[in-house]
């Protein structure tokens, strides 16, 4: 067991990030795409390796070390999605991440298209958050407007239960049969006559 728990009793409790919930978006959807640029460019160093070890019959990647990160994004393209990055509500964050892993999955870009396929995600999520908020102002709409009472409903429509358009042979032999006294305790039901 353990005695490093019992040392931190008088540490002070972890602090919530003082951080706004878009900051902490923009941290997250950034440090996503700088870490499937590394292993965008982790897999293209695998594959030229692979290849090298078939059309030599060698394989030296025992002596080489891990070559650091060649590509990087120009200051201009990151302004440019962050700017973007930014404008995603916390609650597409996640489905953001998921899409992005996806495609990358299926399509399994080179590290130059990684960013491009970012940035196609992210507009996505955008489309997606413009239509469902024009629905709901839509759905607000509806709900806010006003509606006519149930008084003018109920003159205007006539509930028959036995009126129907569709003769029936019933019907005929309950015409020219005569009427049988009507037992008070029932109320008389009787369709509305064409006008």
Known sequence: MSLIPWFRWNEPPPRLSSRSPAEMVLETLMMELVGQMREAERQQRERSNSARKICTGVD??????????????????????????????????????????QLLAEQEPEVQEVSGLFRSVLQEV??????????HKLTRQWSLRPRGS?????????????????????????????????????PEFRAPKAD
């Open 126 to 135: 955008l489309e997606r958050m413009k239509q469902e908020e024009e629905a």
């Open 60 to 101: 030296y990647s025992w002596l080489a070390s891990t070559p650091r990160s060649t590509y990087d994004l120009s200051p201009g393209e990151r302004l440019q999605l962050e700017d973007v990055c930014a404008k995603i509500h916390p609650s597409y964050c996640g489905p953001a991440i998921l899409r992005f892993r």
């Open 150 to 186: 149930l008084g003018t409903f109920k003159s205007r429509a006539r509930i028959s239960p036995f009126a129907s358009d569709i003769r029936t042979i019933s019907e005929d032999v309950e015409r020219y049969a005569p009427r049988p006294s009507r037992t008070w305790s029932m």
